[in-house]
């Protein structure tokens, strides 16, 4: 009777492989290369074309990206003020991909969502399949959120409501959070209320200023 040996080499014999050559063994599992190039497609995916090459260019702003990166806990929250067209969402979208990949880097997981006020309050109101009951929750659990252009668009008593829920959960919990607004500090209380401006003050203010880009770009 043939050895196992022999019979595994007459079995590569037949399959035309060569059992004197050594299979080289799979590279072990690098769970950071994993997260980084996996959270990198989903960036490249998700992200609009428009704000594809974003990039955190203010100081303030990346000094505080980096000193939530070595501490999350200790700066989570970040407002930025301005008027339109001065390049908060472009900031906002650098400022993600950096503490996102950050996130990768140190192998923790991050559940991120980007979404406008006005894309969310349409979300929220009340719909014939009741899906606005449950579309708060992605918001107030995501481990990190951009709520861009704060204060813009139609509020009702129930999307005003969630807004007060969503900013009250995440500055409690100190979860990392990067607000925008058009708005000066007056005409976002009267349209959000002091109870979330004082929230969303909580933390670092960055005032972002200059003429509307979209127009110095002029035409193509």
């Avoid at 407002?79 to 950050?102: C, E, P």
Wanted: charged share 25%; net charge negative.
């Amino acid at each position: 009777m043939s050895s196992v040996s022999d019979a595994i080499a007459d079995l590569a014999a037949r399959r035309g492989l060569d059992p004197g050559v050594d299979i080289p063994p799979e590279p072990p599992f690098d769970p950071v290369e994993w997260r980084t190039a996996t959270y990198t497609a989903i960036l490249d995916r998700e992200i609009p074309k428009t704000f594809a090459g974003a990039a955190v260019t203010d100081p303030a702003i990346l000094r505080w990206a980096t000193g939530h990166l070595a501490d999350p806990a200790g700066a989570p929250w970040l407002l930025l003020t301005g008027n339109t067209g001065v390049g908060k969402t472009h900031q906002a979208y650098g400022v993600l991909r950096l503490l996102v990949l950050g996130a990768a880097q140190a192998n923790r997981r991050c559940r991120w969502r980007f979404v406008t006020h006005p894309e969310m309050n349409a979300e929220l109101r009340p719909k014939p399949d009741d899906s606005h009951t449950s579309a708060l929750g992605v918001y107030l659990e995501a481990d990190l959120l951009v709520l861009d252009d704060v204060g813009a668009g139609k509020s009702t008593d129930w999307t005003l409501d969630s807004l007060i829920r969503l900013v009250d959960h995440r500055w409690s919990h100190r979860m990392p959070t990067i607000y925008t607004t058009n708005l000066d500090a007056d005409q976002l209380g009267q349209t959000v209320g002091d109870r979330v401006l004082s929230r969303l003050a909580d933390g670092t203010v960055v005032a972002l200023s200059g003429r509307d880009r979209r127009w110095m770009r002029g035409p193509s």
